[in-house]
């Protein structure tokens, strides 16, 4: 007879968002697998749970996913959790969960804290559509392209991002997005240091920049997601944004032509230079 598969939500910061239901499922495991043991095992110190733990990682070593399958199949109760959060979100977990269904394993997911989740719940943005988009790549150019590659998309737009590349990516999201584009970052989010920073995307990225303590720790950003397009035509856009460069410096013909048709911002503005010149 087949085991179960416990995916287990474990806290992001604070310990006392560790659900009942999630103590309860880890004491009655016969195994968990941990995306790093030793952190994990700090954890289950402090809940007073001792038991056999496995790493798991979506690339990790066969031999390892090959003991999880097994104590499966022997019908044992196996518990995989992450470093922080709900596993599978940014986290491993996806490939484990697909191959043990394919095999006919009962998955039960064991609800609790979720970073992503958590900052859309406080951050006063559109909740009803989002989009969770994980980290962004780490290179500029990739991530540049990413960005304006969602600019147009109407969701609210839920990143994760490191402390250390935290002023550059605001940086290409005010260029990708717009400067003016409504934001939120939340920081250490159930933390003694929790804080939320709520403006425009240039307004976050200069109190960002004017305080070091807002490029440490764990970081969600988001965004609210682009206004709904009025459908005005290309050349209808152009003959607006030559009226408005009649009267205005480029960058600002652009961005008033892009509030009076719907259209992107940066979009215009590429266009405001091929007709100057």
Known sequence: MAGELYVVATPIGNLGDMVPRAVEV?????????????????????????KPMVAYHDYGEQR?????????????????ISDAGTPLISDPGYRLVRDVRQRGVKVIPVPGPCAAIAALSASGLPSD????????????????????????????LIFYESPHRILESLADMSQAFGGDREAVM?????????????GTLDEICQMVRED????????????????????VSDEEQQRILK????????????????????????ALYQLALSLRS
């Open 26 to 50: 880890l004491h009655a495991a016969d195994l968990i697998a941990a995306e790093d043991t030793r952190h994990s095992g700090r954890l289950l110190k402090h809940l007073g749970i001792e």
């Open 212 to 231: 070091a303590n807002q490029q440490r720790g764990e970081i969600v950003m988001l965004v609210r997601g682009a206004p709904e397009s009025l459908s």
């Open 186 to 198: 939340a920081r250490e989010l159930t933390k003694a240091f929790e804080t939320f920073l709520v």
């Open 243 to 266: 009226v408005l460069m009649e009267e205005l410096p480029l960058k600002q013909a652009a961005a008033l032509a892009a509030k009076i048709t719907g259209g992107q911002k940066n």
């Open 129 to 156: 559509r989002f989009s969770f988009e994980g980290f962004p790549p780490a290179k500029s150019v990739a991530r540049f392209k990413k960005f304006t590659a969602l600019a147009d998309d109407g969701r609210t």
């Open 64 to 80: 390892q996913v090959g003991r999880i399958i097994q104590a499966l199949e022997q019908g044992q109760k196996v518990a995989l």
